[in-house]
Structure formats: structure tokens, C-alpha cells
């Protein structure tokens, strides 16, 4: 077994994090400012740039076993501000509307959920292991919510309407894996809580 090399602050894997988190705001002032349809080619740019970073910041760390306290507290925050802040910015220019609002609901509430779980099962120095599922999950919200951020501007490269259709039919199927490993990290935490409360019983 490999043993684990001590990270400092500004190790690669941590500073892609910190880029990821830099790149919420810069996505967010996009949406939010411009009403122009090219410029949303730009905020895909920076979703895309801080998604990637995604896979690297944790590939790195594997390859060269530079595993950090901050890194594994900062790389969930940085996956759920980029998803949380681009979905009520694709809310509130309604990109996301009607029914479909659902499927961000689900995305939300889950997140929250968990990490609500995670903190309390942290208490009880419980780990929750991310499942294979989970990736597909994380994988489907992120491409669902690029194409939704290329919208329109997405109809001078696809047939008109097909990049918002896309992004949403992803939303959805996103939406129902969020709520599958939702359930399954619930069922997972819920055996540690009912166990924690026989021992105070």
C-alpha cells in the first residue's frame, strides 16, 4: 500500500478546487448580467473549465497520493455550489421552468439532505463511501446543466429547440438518480442513527 504524501494548501489538486469555486461567481455574473445569447457560450466555457477540474483535482490526488484535510473538505462544497447557483440561475432566466422546476427541486433537496447526513455521521465518525451511482449522478447534472446554460445560443450548432430538449430529458434522468442514491445514503445513515440512539437508550 502506497502511503499517503502530506499536501500543503497550494498542492495542484487543491488549487484546481479553488479554481472551481472561482469559476461559481464568474458563471453566476454571466447569466445574471448579460442578456446576450453569445455570452452564454462563455459561462458554458467556465461551467465546463470548473467541471473538468472536477475529475482532475481528484485524479491528481489519487496519482500522486496527495490527500489533504482542506481538499476533502472544499471538493463537495465546490461540485454544490457549481450545480446549486448555475440551477437557480437557469431558474430565474427560466431556462428551468413549469414541471421541470421539479427536477431542480430534487437535485436541491438531495444535496441538502446529504450533507446534512454527512455531517451528523461525521460526529459519529461514520465514512459514507461516493458509490459508483453517485458518479453517474454527479456526471448527468453536470452535462445536463451545460447544455442548459448553451439554451438557444446551443440552436446555431443543433436543429432549433434540441440543446434546451436535451438538457432538460438529462435534467430529469439526473433528477431520478439524485433520488435513488438519495434513498440509498438515507438508508445507509439511518442504520448508524438508529444504532447511535440505542446506545443512549
Same mark, same amino acid.
Given at each position: 500500500?502506497?502511503?499517503?504524501?502530506?499536501?500543503?494548501?497550494?498542492?495542484?489538486?487543491? =488549487?484546481?478546487?479553488?479554481?472551481?469555486?472561482? #469559476?461559481?461567481?464568474?458563471?453566476?455574473?454571466?447569466?445574471?448580467?448579460?442578456?446576450? /445569447?453569445?455570452?452564454?457560450?462563455?459561462?458554458?466555457?467556465?461551467? *465546463? #473549465?470548473?467541471?473538468?477540474?472536477?475529475?482532475?483535482?481528484?485524479?491528481?490526488?489519487?496519482?500522486?497520493?496527495?490527500?489533504?484535510?482542506?481538499?476533502?473538505?472544499?471538493?463537495?462544497?465546490?461540485?454544490?455550489?457549481?450545480?446549486?447557483?448555475?440551477?437557480?440561475?437557469?431558474?430565474?432566466? /427560466?431556462?428551468?421552468?413549469?414541471?421541470?422546476?421539479? #427536477?431542480?427541486?430534487?437535485?436541491?433537496?438531495?444535496?441538502?439532505?446529504?450533507?446534512?447526513?454527512?455531517?451528523?455521521?461525521? /460526529?459519529?465518525?461514520?465514512?459514507?463511501?461516493?458509490?459508483? =451511482?453517485?458518479?453517474?449522478?454527479?456526471?448527468?447534472?453536470?452535462?445536463?446543466?451545460? $447544455?442548459?446554460?448553451?439554451?438557444?445560443?446551443?440552436?446555431? *450548432?443543433?436543429?432549433?429547440?434540441?440543446?434546451?430538449?436535451?438538457?432538460?430529458?438529462?435534467?430529469?434522468?439526473?433528477?431520478?438518480?439524485?433520488?435513488?442514491?438519495?434513498?440509498?445514503? $438515507?438508508?445507509?445513515?439511518?442504520?448508524?442513527?438508529?444504532?447511535?440512539? /440505542?446506545?443512549?437508550?
Amino acid at each position: 500500500m502506497t502511503p499517503r504524501r502530506k499536501s500543503h494548501p497550494f498542492s495542484l489538486p487543491n =488549487v484546481l478546487t479553488y479554481l472551481r469555486i472561482l #469559476a461559481v461567481p464568474a458563471i453566476v455574473a454571466i447569466l445574471f448580467w448579460s442578456r446576450e /445569447e453569445s455570452m452564454r457560450w462563455w459561462a458554458l466555457g467556465f461551467f *465546463v #473549465a470548473a467541471a473538468i477540474t472536477d475529475y482532475f483535482d481528484g485524479y491528481f490526488a489519487r496519482a500522486w497520493h496527495q490527500y489533504s484535510a482542506i481538499g476533502r473538505m472544499l471538493d463537495p462544497i465546490a461540485d454544490k455550489l457549481l450545480v446549486a447557483a448555475a440551477l437557480l440561475m437557469l431558474v430565474a432566466d /427560466e431556462t428551468i421552468s413549469s414541471w421541470s422546476l421539479w #427536477a431542480a427541486i430534487i437535485i436541491l433537496s438531495r444535496e441538502i439532505l446529504v450533507s446534512g447526513l454527512r455531517e451528523f455521521l461525521a /460526529e459519529l465518525r461514520v465514512s459514507v463511501p461516493v458509490t459508483q =451511482v453517485a458518479k453517474w449522478k454527479t456526471t448527468a447534472q453536470l452535462v445536463a446543466i451545460g $447544455f442548459l446554460i448553451a439554451g438557444h445560443a446551443g440552436d446555431s *450548432v443543433l436543429p432549433e429547440g434540441w440543446t434546451l430538449m436535451i438538457g432538460l430529458i438529462l435534467l430529469w434522468i439526473a433528477a431520478g438518480l439524485t433520488l435513488y442514491t438519495g434513498w440509498d445514503y $438515507f438508508r445507509t445513515g439511518i442504520k448508524h442513527i438508529l444504532a447511535e440512539d /440505542e446506545k443512549i437508550s
